[in-house]
């Protein structure tokens, strides 16, 4: 894998995006706006899911609504988040931060899909399950959880 990360480093398409300070800023700009429209469309459909809000629309109308943004999001996210990986692949793929951050992202992902899979079923039923509730609050956690790490990957191991 090392040198798979190495040879992404040395790639001449992600070294002219490494070396390109407007490149590389527009690259952060949509990596961070992407984390906005994923984590803030999860975070109102989950405060749904949990009756905290929009009460007087139901779980599918909020997720019908919002889901668009979170694959808007997501797609900016990974796309963006792979240039900004690539540049120092072999620093980042050492970097056990980075690694739990990958590892927190892919479980917050895989709670997002449970929720986004199960709402037209919880919305059938009279009442939102409490395991539904559970479901939502872990994803919220989990979301939370990979922007704290995000922040501390530059910090703890100085790589990004």
């Known amino acids: 894998m090392i040198q798979f990360c190495e040879w992404l480093e040395h790639n001449s398409w992600i070294m002219w995006v490494d070396s390109s300070i407007p490149l590389s800023l527009f690259m952060e700009i949509l990596h961070y706006s992407g984390f906005f429209l994923l984590v803030g469309s999860t975070v109102l459909v989950d405060f749904r899911v949990m009756g905290i809000a ?26 963006s988040g792979f240039f900004m990986f690539a540049g120092d692949a072999a620093d980042f793929y050492g970097a056990i931060t980075f690694r739990l951050k990958i ?24 009442a939102i399950p409490i395991g539904a509730k559970i479901v939502a609050f872990l994803s919220l956690v989990l979301w939370i959880g990979s922007i704290l790490i995000s922040v501390e990957v530059p910090a703890i191991s100085g790589v990004g």
């Open 54 to 79: 929009s009460r007087r629309r139901t779980p599918l109308e909020v997720g019908n609504q919002l889901f668009p943004w979170m694959w808007t999001g997501l797609c900016m996210v990974v796309f």
């Open 103 to 126: 590892l927190v992202v892919l479980a917050a992902v895989i709670f997002g899909l449970i929720v986004r899979n199960r709402i037209p079923h919880w919305n059938a039923l009279p």
